[in-house]
């Protein structure tokens, strides 16, 4: 037979949920300003006064050069749904990225800080943007399964849409080598959920074929050059061009795969060869890379950014070493970085 409930346990009970009450008529009643503030983080352009040299960015070796006395990490814009592709555009000083279950991209401009919304809409739920070495610019579609190029006189050509007969997954990121080749990886996170393109409802995590890297040569022939990874993401070139580096995402559907950075070495037969992963990474003790990471760039100078969950922002002095070097601590999960000169990354 169960013991009646006490009275000292109802008093308890009664006193928690007048405290529940309590506050949530506190929030209701608060003012929208007030209730913003507590939104407003140190990135905010109204947020707490911070001293130089930036605490976030923290200098873990020596051979990290990339903190300057009196530069701040700061926030160009906030309020898309999913930002990613960040691409900067070296003539006109603006930078481009995309908001990719809003099916637009964005432009912020240098001169005066401007915004403008959809600056391409519908963008095909596009993911990653690049620039060709003639300021053409690159995107990949998530939404329509394509490579696309935008002209000078605006418009659109379909660089590729299909490879060995069978349509794209999604594809996700692009980088361009100097010699007219373009690279660019189908993980086909696009073709899994209609949040960021289209569900194909194929039951299989690669949508429509094996998940690859492919080189464009002239629009519309798309050629298989690697498939090791299990979902190929991040692309960028070593400073010579001579390597290219992949980041493998493939952690969030393959169990049995890992979180890395694979290399491989570009030939004049404009093939990726000799695949094979970079160590792992560590900070503290541990690896840097030990939950999926979004992509990565290289800058001029020789540095592997990395986008890291764990991490945030990463740079390693150099592509082979065992260690983190630098690290910026972004607002943001899942931080992906643009190239905008030797000494200048954008982050979102």
């Given at each position: 037979?169960?013991?009646p409930t006490t009275k000292k346990h109802d008093e308890n009970t009664r006193r928690n949920f007048l405290a529940k009450v309590g506050g949530i008529a506190a929030l209701t009643a608060m003012a929208p300003q007030a209730f913003a503030r507590n939104f407003i983080d140190k990135y905010d352009a109204d947020g707490p006064i911070a001293r130089y040299p930036n605490p976030d960015v923290i200098v873990l070796d020596k051979r990290f050069k990339?903190?300057?006395?009196?530069t701040p990490i700061l926030r160009l814009y906030r309020g898309t749904m999913w930002a990613e592709g960040p691409a900067w555009n070296g003539v006109g000083r603006y930078l481009i990225w995309s908001d990719i279950p809003a099916n637009e991209q964005l432009r912020w401009i240098e001169e005066d800080g401007h915004v403008s919304r959809q600056f391409r809409y519908p963008s095909g739920n596009s993911n990653g943007n690049t620039f060709d070495f003639l300021g053409r610019q690159i995107a990949c579609e998530h939404g329509n399964r394509r490579v696309v190029r935008y002209e000078y006189n605006g418009t659109q050509t379909v660089m590729a849409d299909k490879a060995g007969g069978k349509g794209f997954n999604a594809p996700n990121d692009a980088a361009c080598h100097p010699n007219g080749w373009l690279y660019f990886t189908d993980p086909g996170y696009g073709g899994l959920m209609n949040y960021e393109g289209e569900r194909l409802n194929t039951g299989s995590p690669r949508p429509i074929q094996k998940e690859a890297i492919y080189r464009i040569d002239k629009p519309g022939t798309a050629i298989k050059v690697a498939d090791e990874?299990?979902?190929?993401?991040?692309?960028?070139?070593s400073p010579d061009y001579?390597?290219?580096?992949?980041?493998?995402?493939?952690?969030s559907h393959y169990p049995s795969a890992k979180s890395v950075i694979w290399q491989y070495d570009v030939d004049s037969s404009r093939k990726l060869r000799n695949p094979r992963v970079l160590p792992a990474w560590k900070w503290t003790g541990k690896s840097a890379l030990r939950?999926?990471?979004a992509v990565t760039r290289t800058v001029t100078c020789g540095p592997a950014?990395?986008?890291s969950v764990t991490a945030m922002m990463v740079c390693t002095a150099s592509p082979l070493t065992e260690r983190v070097s630098g690290r910026f601590v972004c607002p943001r999960s899942y931080p992906t970085s643009a190239l905008a000169e030797p000494s200048e990354t954008g982050c979102l």
């Open positions: 037979m169960s013991k990339y903190k300057l006395g009196n990874p299990f979902k190929p993401n991040g692309i960028c070139f001579k390597k290219a580096y992949v980041a493998d995402t493939g952690l939950t999926v990471f950014w990395v986008g």
